[in-house]
């Protein structure tokens, strides 16, 4: 079993970095293989509403690093994809990630029916819950179960590090990940 997260922070081990690592850690524990990738220091460009993604599973622009990406989820079984909240919502390449991969599944349908999806956000403190309704909102318009916890999976943070400091926080982001070994076993069984 493979967990793959993506994480749309330009900041390397920064707060993002910080709340999958600790997911990862539970992850390893249960014997189940990850992968991180980031686009910190590269640009995700927008969808160019081309199209002709269509019958090809994957988006046909090879200037930047999603094909690659999208690659990857197709191939995982669970999917983190993780953003900090800039301007009250996921980073801007976050943004473009989700818009391409969103016409890639909207026009190869089920490419991602029945992974699993969740959500991860740090937030200085204002838009946290409009970046998970976003990544959710993706999952949820391609055949994706997604996993809850015992909040929306958001931690507040402002330098890297500080998501330590907010307990509830992490507590919330240790139970998604039990959640999410959880399901990832139950699934397997099926
Ligand atoms: C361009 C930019 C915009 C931001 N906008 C917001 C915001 O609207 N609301 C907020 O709570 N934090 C905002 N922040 C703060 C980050 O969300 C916060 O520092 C977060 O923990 C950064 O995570 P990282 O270390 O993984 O990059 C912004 C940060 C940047 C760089």
Known sequence: MKILSVNGSARINGN??????RIFEKMKQAEIETESIQ???NVIYPCKACFACSGKEN????KDNFEDTFEKMKTADAIILASPVYTANVSANMQAFLERAAVVCDMN???LKHKIGAAVVSARRGGALNAVDAINHFFLNHEMIVVGSIYWNMVYGKRPGDVLNDKEGLAN?????ENIIWLMKE???Q
């Open 16 to 21: 993002t970095d910080i709340l999958i690592d």
């Open 109 to 111: 349908p089920g490419l």
């Open 173 to 177: 982001i240790d139970n998604l990940a």
């Open 39 to 41: 686009f910190a220091g």
């Open 59 to 62: 988006c046909i622009h090879k």
């Open 187 to 189: 699934m397997k069984t």
